[in-house]
């Protein structure tokens, strides 16, 4: 079974807090899972991936400015959970 | 008549003829989402007042298209349903998670403008397990959704809120979205027709994120008519996805007759429901009598499908996932002490069970000392299993294929067995890691439940599969 201790680690590198509840489960859930994924291992692998099937290269567009509503960054800026004029507001870093 | 059981082929005639008008058949929808959508539970937001606007309008366009003796767009007046991870302006799109609650979208989703060009009616927007992580729609942050068929059991996920409107007469189609199945399985177990486009077929922007590698938009509907006309109207190219490729549809007829259809044994071997089995042995029977030569053929990287899937899709989300901080938008704790407290705790308050497990697979999926091992070995297997598709579509035109090995199970029946909710995804997440198309439709039923044959091709012949499945419907009703 997965140590909680391992648990921890991913869950701060992944910036997300759990209950103690919580980590019970996932330990229990994640070795299941982890488990299953063992299965892989059966399988003889020496292929380069991103090989291409068919063309799914990228279209990129031409780098240029698109003019928008000026609405429109209201609209996203109105979204943030804090604000100052216009900029959004966070938390003390250090 | 009954307005409300009308096909979008149907509803354009009566459209054009007078019979009725857009916002009676509007009004009717919305009665009927009215009466049963409190058990059915298909919707998460109903935008009435969005939708009698837009029917509105489709009024007086069709008026003056027939005072100019001009055609109007077959969408025009239709009332439809919108997936909840598909951002429709002005209103709240959640994707079924309380990180995004509030959420108020700024911009509308290509496939909402090609949609609003077009002149359709937008009825709400429809449950999903969150982040369409899932295969019940039991993983919704907000209400479950129940199979229009059985009220104790699921319509399928994730797409299930989209499937069950369909099936309940709550919309004349939905816009539906597939990353390993959430179209074609809510299809199957609502008893519609659900299509999951190539991937780059139809442009993703504004489509929320679950694992941008293999998610696709893609329309749920009564009849396969109806798929190929929502398909045609939200496919091609699009400036803001660079995924999306020129592509533009064309409908040919195709006959039955002398074509090769593939069976693969591998999705006929042990686990799968001796009545789904029959089922779609029967459909195969019956192509066959029309003329269609079967041919069996081989996926041998069938088995390893699903821990390849399980980990790559995971391991996007994680990526995908991270925009979610409780800083630019969406919900975030109110009584952090640092910026670092901000994102921890709105993510461990904001985010599900099923999210926080994908995002912990994910991250130790691609974290140092583990990713060759995850990541980097379920890459090398996936080229593996684009291999075998390729090598079968040398030989056949089309695959037929159950859609899951056993039909809808009861709410709460898988709950607490994560693993054996990605076991559902067996037959539909295979050709996803490989980006081909695949349609979902009706092929029987077990009691009250229904069953859906799968359709796959190669890459961009949406118009075979829709073809084909267009002749099959016919002859399976």
């Not at chain 1, 680690?9 to 982890?34: P, V």
């Not at chain 2, 009220?151 to 597939?178: N, Q």
């Not at chain 2, 027709?193 to 696709?216: E, W």
């Not at chain 2, 037959?427 to 439940?449: D, E, Q, V």
């Amino acid at each position: 079974m997965i140590s909680k201790e391992k648990i921890s680690h991913i869950a701060k590198l992944a910036r997300l807090e759990l209950s103690e509840a919580e980590y019970e489960k996932m330990q229990k859930d994640l070795s299941g899972i982890l488990d299953y994924f063992k299965l892989l291992k059966q399988q003889k692998t020496q292929v380069k991936t991103g090989k291409k099937n068919v063309d799914t290269k990228n279209r990129i567009r031409k780098d240029e400015v698109i003019m928008k509503n000026a609405q429109l960054a209201d609209n996203i800026l109105a979204l943030a959970p804090e604000r100052k004029e216009r900029y959004i507001k966070v938390k003390s870093i250090l | 008549m009954n307005i409300s059981d009308l096909t979008i082929t149907k509803a354009h005639e009566g459209l054009k003829n007078r019979e009725f008008s857009s916002k009676e058949l509007t009004l009717t929808y919305l009665e009927n989402i009215k009466n049963k959508d409190n058990r059915i539970n298909a919707y998460l937001a109903i935008t009435e007042e969005l939708a009698l606007d837009q029917a509105e309008r489709a009024d007086q366009a069709i008026n003056n298209a027939e005072k100019e003796k001009k055609d109007f767009p077959l969408l025009m007046g239709i009332p439809c349903s919108i997936k909840d991870s598909i951002v429709v302006k002005d209103y709240p799109s959640t994707s079924a998670s309380k990180i995004l609650e509030n959420y108020i979208s700024p911009y509308d989703a290509t496939v909402i403008k090609k949609l609003k060009e077009q002149g359709s009616v937008m009825l709400g927007k429809t449950n999903l397990d969150e982040f369409a992580m899932g295969v019940s729609t039991e993983n919704s942050a907000f209400k479950t959704t129940k199979n229009p068929h059985d009220l104790t059991r699921v319509p399928g996920g994730s797409s299930g809120g989209s499937a069950a409107s369909v099936a309940a007469e709550e919309a004349m189609y939905s816009l539906g979205s597939d990353t390993g199945g959430s179209i074609r399985l809510p299809a199957s177990f609502s008893g519609v027709v659900g299509l999951n486009p190539t991937y780059g077929a139809v442009s993703r922007y504004g489509l929320i994120a679950l694992a941008s590698s293999l998610d696709q938009i893609g329309p749920i509907t009564k009849t396969v008519e109806d798929c190929k006309i929502v398909f045609e109207a939200i496919a091609g190219q699009d400036d803001f996805d660079s995924t999306c490729q020129v592509f533009q549809f064309e409908e040919k007829d195709i006959d039955i007759k002398g074509l090769t259809i593939g069976i693969a044994k591998e999705y006929f071997a042990k686990g799968i429901d001796s009545d789904v089995e029959k089922i779609i042995k029967n459909a195969i029977d019956i192509a066959e009598k029309h003329g269609a030569k079967i041919q069996e053929i081989s996926l041998p990287t069938t088995k390893y499908a699903i821990a390849v899937y399980y980990i790559i899709v995971p391991s996007e989300a994680s990526a995908n996932l991270a925009r979610y901080d409780g800083i630019k938008y969406g919900l975030s704790t109110k009584d952090a002490k640092d910026l670092l407290d901000v994102y921890v705790r709105s993510r461990g308050k904001g985010f599900g069970e099923e999210p926080k497990r994908r995002i912990l697979i994910g991250t130790y999926a691609l974290s140092s000392g583990y990713y060759d091992q995850y990541y980097h070995k379920a890459n090398q297997v996936r080229e593996l299993i684009k291999d075998d598709f390729r090598k079968a579509f040398e030989k056949v035109d089309l695959i037929f294929s159950p859609v899951s090995p056993i039909p809808s199970f009861k709410v709460g029946e898988k709950a607490n067995d994560p693993l054996s909710m990605y076991l559902m995804d067996v037959y539909t997440c295979p050709l996803k890691l490989a980006g081909l198309p695949a349609i979902s439709i009706p092929a029987g039923k077990i009691g009250p439940l229904p069953v859906g044959l799968q359709i796959i091709g190669n890459y961009f012949q949406e118009n075979k599969i829709l073809s084909i499945a267009y002749k099959m419907e016919k002859m399976l009703q």
